[in-house]
C-alpha cells in the first residue's frame, strides 16, 4: 500500500511485470558486460593460453630443426673437405683452416639474407 501511495504522490506509472523484468534483463546484461571486462572469461584465457603455447613450440621445434640442419651441413662440408685435404684431416692447421672457411661463408651468407630481409621490408 505504501509503494502504491509513493507513486499516486509522485504521479508515477506502477511498474508492469513486463517492465521489471525487462529493466531487471538489461541490468543483468550490463552486469555480465562490466564483469567481462575485469574478469575475462576462463575459455578466452584458455584460447589466449593455448596461443601462447602454440607459439613457443613452433619456435622450439624451429630452431630443433635448425640445429638439425646445421649438424647436417657441419657433415657435409667435412667430408667435401676431406675429400680436397685427406692427408691433413686430423692437424690442427686443417681445423684451422676449416673453421675459418665456414666462418666466412657464414658471415656471407647472413649478410645476404639480411640485405634480402631489408629490401622486403622497404617494399612493404
Same mark, same amino acid.
Given at each position: 500500500?505504501?509503494?502504491?501511495?509513493?507513486? /499516486?504522490?509522485? *504521479?508515477?506509472?506502477? =511498474? !508492469?511485470?513486463?517492465?521489471?523484468?525487462?529493466? +531487471?534483463? *538489461?541490468?543483468?546484461?550490463?552486469?555480465? &558486460?562490466? &564483469?567481462?571486462?575485469?574478469?575475462?572469461?576462463? !575459455?578466452? !584465457?584458455?584460447?589466449? /593460453?593455448?596461443?601462447?603455447? +602454440?607459439?613457443?613450440?613452433? !619456435? +622450439?621445434?624451429?630452431?630443433?630443426?635448425?640445429?638439425? $640442419?646445421?649438424? $647436417?651441413?657441419?657433415?657435409?662440408?667435412? #667430408?667435401?673437405?676431406?675429400? @680436397? @685435404? =685427406?692427408?691433413?684431416?686430423?692437424?690442427? #692447421?686443417?681445423?684451422?683452416? @676449416? $673453421?675459418?672457411?665456414?666462418?666466412?661463408?657464414? /658471415?656471407?651468407?647472413?649478410?645476404?639474407?639480411?640485405? +634480402?630481409?631489408?629490401? *622486403?621490408?622497404?617494399?612493404?
Amino acid at each position: 500500500m505504501v509503494v502504491y501511495l509513493e507513486y /499516486v504522490t509522485h *504521479k508515477m506509472p506502477i =511498474p !508492469t511485470k513486463h517492465s521489471v523484468v525487462k529493466n +531487471l534483463k *538489461k541490468a543483468e546484461r550490463r552486469l555480465e &558486460h562490466i &564483469h567481462g571486462q575485469i574478469f575475462p572469461s576462463a !575459455t578466452e !584465457t584458455g584460447r589466449e /593460453v593455448g596461443k601462447e603455447v +602454440l607459439s613457443k613450440m613452433t !619456435t +622450439l621445434a624451429t630452431a630443433a630443426f635448425g640445429i638439425a $640442419a646445421a649438424f $647436417a651441413w657441419n657433415s657435409a662440408i667435412q #667430408a667435401v673437405f676431406d675429400a @680436397y @685435404y =685427406p692427408a691433413a684431416k686430423d692437424s690442427i #692447421a686443417a681445423k684451422v683452416m @676449416y $673453421a675459418m672457411i665456414l666462418t666466412s661463408v657464414a /658471415v656471407l651468407v647472413t649478410m645476404w639474407l639480411g640485405g +634480402l630481409a631489408e629490401r *622486403k621490408a622497404k617494399k612493404a
